[in-house]
C-alpha cells in the first residue's frame, strides 16, 4: 500500500480548490436563456374568404410549436360584409377599432366577393355600379381602409380574389383585383402590399374545382358556389399566399422564416 504524506494531501486539495475557483467564474459569466421572442399578431379582416384565410393559417400553427409560439391570430373577419354597404358594416370603422384595441403587426384583408352592388354612403348617398363612378369611389374606401390599418404603424396586405366560376363574377373579381392593386400604391407605404390572387396553375388561369393533393389523388378545393374553397383549397391559397405574409414580417424586422426553419412534411 502507498501512504500519501500530509504535504502531498494538502497540495492535492490545494490543486483541485484552484482549479474550481478558475471555473466557478465562467459558470457564473454564462449567458443566462434568452428572452422569448415577442408574440406577432395578425388579424383577419373583410369577408368569409378572409375567415377561410383565417382558418387555413390556424391549421398551420397549429402544425408548427415554432410558429404557434410566435404568432397570435385575430379573427375579426364578418361573413357578407364587404366595402359598399358604408350605411351598415364599414369596414374602414371597424379596421381603426381593431387597430386600436389590438395593435396587429399586420393585417391581411380580403374583399369583394360581396361587393357586385353600389355604394351606399353613411349619409344613404349611392353610387351606381357599374360605372366609373363606382370605381373612382370604391379604390379611395379601399385606400382609406388600408390607412386605417396603417394608422399605429401596422402592415397590411390585401389579397387578390381568385378565378370564379361563373363569367360575370370572375369579370368582376379581375375588375376589384386592378382597384386593389391601384389603392396599394397609391397609399404610397412600404407597409402596404398588394398580393396576386391563387392560381390552379393553368396558362391561361381557368377554373378547376378538383386539384391534385399532398398525394397526388384529385381532390375538391373549390367550393359548389364557385366562389370560395374548401379546407383543402383555403389551405393552398394559404401555400401560396404564406411567403408573403413571412416577406411583410420581414420588413418589420422579424424574420420568422428564420426564426421555424420549415418542417418537411408541413404545410
Known amino acids: 500500500?502507498?501512504?500519501?504524506?500530509?504535504?502531498?494531501?494538502?497540495?492535492?486539495?490545494?490543486?483541485?480548490l484552484a482549479a474550481f475557483a478558475a471555473i466557478a467564474p465562467a459558470r457564473a459569466e454564462a449567458p443566462a436563456h434568452a428572452e422569448a421572442p415577442a408574440l406577432l399578431h395578425i388579424a383577419f379582416v373583410g369577408d368569409s374568404m378572409a375567415d377561410g384565410l383565417w382558418g387555413a393559417m390556424f391549421r398551420r400553427l397549429g402544425k408548427d410549436k415554432c410558429l404557434a409560439e410566435r404568432i397570435r391570430l385575430i379573427r375579426k373577419a364578418k361573413n357578407g360584409t364587404g366595402l359598399t354597404r358604408l350605411d351598415g358594416f364599414n369596414w374602414i370603422d371597424e379596421i381603426g377599432k381593431i387597430v386600436d384595441e389590438s395593435h396587429p403587426?399586420?393585417?391581411v384583408g380580403s374583399f369583394g366577393i360581396n361587393d357586385r352592388q353600389g355604394i351606399v354612403e353613411k349619409d344613404k348617398r349611392a353610387v351606381a355600379y357599374p360605372s366609373p363612378a363606382f370605381d373612382t369611389r370604391y379604390q379611395a374606401i379601399v385606400v382609406e381602409a388600408i390607412h386605417a390599418a396603417l394608422a399605429q404603424g401596422g402592415s397590411i396586405m390585401i389579397v387578390g380574389l381568385p378565378i370564379m366560376l361563373e363569367d360575370d363574377a370572375n369579370a368582376d373579381a379581375q375588375?376589384?383585383?386592378?382597384?386593389?392593386?391601384?389603392?396599394v400604391k397609391e397609399a404610397g407605404s412600404d407597409k402596404a402590399s398588394y398580393v396576386?390572387?391563387?392560381?390552379?396553375?393553368?396558362?391561361?388561369?381557368?377554373?378547376?374545382?378538383?386539384?391534385p393533393n399532398a398525394r397526388g389523388a384529385m381532390a375538391l378545393v373549390r367550393a359548389a358556389d364557385g366562389i370560395h374553397f374548401t379546407t383543402l383549397g383555403y389551405d393552398m391559397v394559404m401555400e401560396a399566399i404564406y411567403p408573403s405574409v413571412?416577406?411583410?414580417?420581414?420588413?418589420?424586422?422579424r424574420d420568422v422564416a428564420a426564426e421555424c426553419p420549415p418542417r418537411v412534411g408541413v404545410r
Not at 375588375?175 to 389603392?183: D, S
Not at 396576386?196 to 386539384?211: C, H, I
Not at 413571412?246 to 424586422?253: F, M, N, P
Open 1 to 16: 500500500m502507498i501512504l500519501f504524506s500530509t504535504v502531498s494531501r494538502r497540495g492535492l486539495i490545494a490543486s483541485a
Open 105 to 107: 403587426d399586420l393585417v
Open 175 to 183: 375588375a376589384k383585383n386592378k382597384i386593389f392593386e391601384a389603392a
Open 196 to 211: 396576386q390572387p391563387w392560381t390552379s396553375g393553368a396558362n391561361p388561369e381557368v377554373y378547376k374545382p378538383y386539384l
Open 246 to 253: 413571412l416577406a411583410s414580417l420581414k420588413a418589420r424586422g
